[in-house]
């Protein structure tokens, strides 16, 4: 008959356990992450007749609610005002681990000369203390999961609602999306 064969366990409970742990981080969805502004510090102001230019930092609250650290590039955040290209914001290359919050600082240049086109609709939203901004940005990146770097891609889409003389956040609305690139 047959040759008689040795059960052992050790391998066994280790094959196991690695097709569990392997099935989860796979099957584990990535969620996106949240973004809130914290604050706006005007650092620079300087006026070019007949427009101001400014200099600002945006101090930003990101969450990774995600099981896997993340690394992400540089790339540059678009500010608009009435739909016109206000400014832009820096974002740093930088890294997150998972289930973690962090604060980052973003250098922003404002020009004034697009407000200047839309005197006055500023002028109004000075006078009620009430600006709308709108800004997007995407943020490429990879993930580790287990040895493999999976790449991804967040679009971020802002609806920042400011005092334009104090620059206190008023309201905002913030939106993601994670997309998973093969």
């Known amino acids: ?26 099957s584990a969805k990535p969620k996106d992450p949240t973004f809130h502004l914290i604050s706006i510090n005007l650092t620079s ?15 930003v609250h990101v969450s990774n609610p995600n099981i896997v650290p993340i690394q992400y590039s540089s790339t540059t955040m678009s ?13 740093e290359a930088g890294s997150q681990p998972p289930h973690s919050c962090q604060l980052i ?3 922003a240049r404002l020009q004034g000369l697009e407000l200047a086109h839309h005197a006055a609709s500023f002028i109004a939203d000075v006078a009620r203390r ?6 997007t940005v995407d943020i490429a990146g990879t993930a580790k999961v287990l040895w493999w770097d999976h790449k991804f891609k967040v679009h ?8 334009p ?11 993601s999306e994670v997309e998973v690139l093969a």
């Open 1 to 26: 008959m047959g040759k008689m064969v040795q059960w052992s366990w050790g391998p066994a409970l280790i094959g196991a356990a690695s097709a569990v742990a392997a099935t989860t981080l796979i």
């Open 45 to 59: 102001f300087k006026l070019n007749i007949p427009v101001l230019d400014a200099e600002l930092i945006l101090t």
């Open 79 to 91: 500010i608009f005002y009435k739909g016109s290209l206000l400014g832009s914001a820096q974002v």
């Open 105 to 107: 600082r973003l250098p």
């Open 130 to 135: 009430e600006m709308v901004l709108d800004a």
């Open 156 to 163: 971020v889409d802002s609806r920042v609602t400011v005092d």
């Open 165 to 175: 003389v104090f620059f206190e956040v008023i309201d905002q609305d913030i939106k």
